[in-house]
């Protein structure tokens, strides 16, 4: 029988334990409303709606609240990290992000670019579901190559920073301060995805270190998958189904 070590419980326990931790971010995911991925709280809406000029902590604060409640955000991000070891390349990787969604949310809302809601968000879910394949080996297994994955870094953080654009413009932010405002969220969503990322990689390296990561490792990204094809069906039935405002 396995005996638990000098320093604490069995290393399977706490691996399990560092399993639980990044299931239970997958299946929020699976259960979490939509208001949480792209759209702005109710509060946080109506605040937008009526303030005018440049407010910029309070758009620092939203835009960190967007990012750290925004499930397919995280989904995404833990994804691209799943595998990466070395700073220098998830620094890489994250910026590459950070630019794609930036340069989609402040353009978009600038040149007033919307999108409907359902079609980019369905997108956003495929892409939790093209990075939990494609570390699967999946691409390789089926075609015989490797799809260039900082590319489709920076292409999938276009799209979702169109999603989060295009729920701004609904939102008829003023134009009396926009710019500055819009920087400010900007910064706040990239604050936030830190913090978000901070988390992941404390817990995500903790875990490497056990047993149990090659163990679960391809089942976790079977979940990350799911938790993809669930979000973007319920965009796709919505885009079909929900009521016309």
């Known amino acids: 029988m396995q005996q638990p070590s000098r320093e604490g419980p069995p290393r399977c326990a706490l691996g399990r334990s560092t ?16 208001a949480f991925a792209h759209a702005v709280a109710e509060g ?8 005018t000029g ?3 902590i309070p758009f620092v604060y939203l835009g960190a609240k967007h990012m750290v409640t925004g499930y397919d955000h995280i989904l995404f991000l833990l994804g691209v990290i799943f595998f990466l070891y070395r700073p220098k390349h998830i620094a890489t990787y994250v910026s590459l992000f950070a630019i794609g969604h930036s340069t989609t949310m402040l353009a978009g809302v600038y040149f007033n670019i919307g999108i409907n809601s359902y ?20 691409y390789q297994r089926w075609f015989g190559f490797q799809p260039n ?52 990689l404390i817990v995500i390296s903790y875990w490497r270190w056990k047993p149990s990561f090659w163990k679960h490792a391809y089942t976790m990204n079977v979940a990350m998958m799911a938790a993809g094809f669930v979000l973007t069906g319920y965009q796709i039935a919505g885009f079909f189904f929900a009521p016309a405002v």
């Open 149 to 200: 994955t900082k590319a489709a870094t920076l292409i999938f953080g276009f799209f979702h920073g169109f999603g989060l654009s295009t729920k701004i413009i609904e939102y008829n932010i003023s134009p009396d301060g926009l710019v500055p405002n819009l920087l400010a969220f900007n910064v706040g969503v990239e604050i936030g995805q830190l913090l978000a990322l901070s988390a992941i």
């Open 44 to 51: 946080d809406k109506g605040y937008i709606q009526e303030i």
């Open 119 to 138: 079609i980019i968000d369905a997108i956003i879910g495929l892409s939790v579901v093209y990075k939990a394949l494609d570390n699967m080996g999946a």
């Open 54 to 56: 440049v407010h910029l």
């Open 19 to 34: 399993l639980i931790m990044l299931a239970v971010l997958v299946g929020q995911a699976l259960f979490a409303s939509t």
